[in-house]
């Protein structure tokens, strides 16, 4: 069996958002999918261990924005690979109560839908909470951004939590960087980010073409925001 073969599904990029009381968090998924159009439901997967997850659990809710290509990496490392338990994901970033009450982002948003759990699916490391769309709103004609633009142009990687992470991920992406190692790419020891010459990191001021040793010491990973000797040579 060939796991890379699922590589050929395609995802988008999503902000999951829900509350419990007074608290909010949000997470970045990868598998947003409608089931119905007429009663129109939408159903997402979900880790136990995100505290998103608990939240949904708990209120019976959870909003979902459509992230637009323009989005920064590092809005994704904020919401995607660090912990709502340990920091206010939203504290940066411009944000509305949606009609049930859980936080819809404005920043890179291009459509957003609120959601009941109408019912549940567990399966295994993760839960698929199926929702009743209570409400959405179409918001730019932007192009909304795929995994695959976020994995090939950006340099992004799914997170543990993933429903689609894999380690065999990681592995064709070193067999790929092996194959032009001449380029000398560095892959971030935290988040996996692969920090590339040819395209560098435009988004944060460096130019394509320029070696990771020419990167300024300041620079962090765009994605999880540590610092450069976190990175490892391929």
Not at 32 to 60: D, H, L, W
Not at 89 to 112: C, M, Q, R
Not at 150 to 158: A, D, F, Q, R, V
């Amino acid at each position: 069996m060939n796991l890379t073969s699922l590589f050929n599904l395609t995802y988008g990029l999503c902000l999951i958002s829900s509350k419990n009381g007074d608290k909010i968090n949000a997470c970045v998924v990868n598998s947003v999918f409608q089931v119905t159009s007429e009663n129109p439901t939408i159903a997402i997967s979900m880790s136990k261990k995100n505290y998103t997850y608990e939240m949904i659990k708990k209120s019976g809710i959870f909003n979902i924005s459509i992230l637009g290509k323009q989005t920064p990496t590092s809005l994704i490392g904020n919401f995607g690979f660090k912990s709502g338990k340990d920091i206010n994901k939203f504290e940066n970033y411009n944000y509305e109560k949606g009609k049930n009450g859980a936080p819809i982002l404005k920043d890179y948003t291009i459509s957003y839908i609120e959601a009941e759990v109408i019912n549940s699916i567990e399966v295994g490391t993760h839960t698929v909470f199926i929702g009743k769309i209570v409400d959405c709103e179409y918001l730019s004609e932007a192009e909304p951004m795929t995994y695959a633009y976020y994995h090939n142009i950006k340099g992004g990687k799914s997170a543990k939590n993933a429903p689609t992470f894999a380690q065999q991920e990681a592995e064709e992406i070193s067999r790929k960087t092996e194959k032009s190692s001449n380029n000398k790419k560095y892959k971030c020891d935290v988040c996996g980010y692969i920090y590339d010459p040819q395209i560098g990191d435009p988004e944060n001021g460096i130019d394509s073409e320029t070696s990771f040793e020419k990167i300024p010491e300041e620079w962090v990973c765009p994605i999880c925001r540590v610092h450069k000797n976190r990175f490892t040579i391929l």
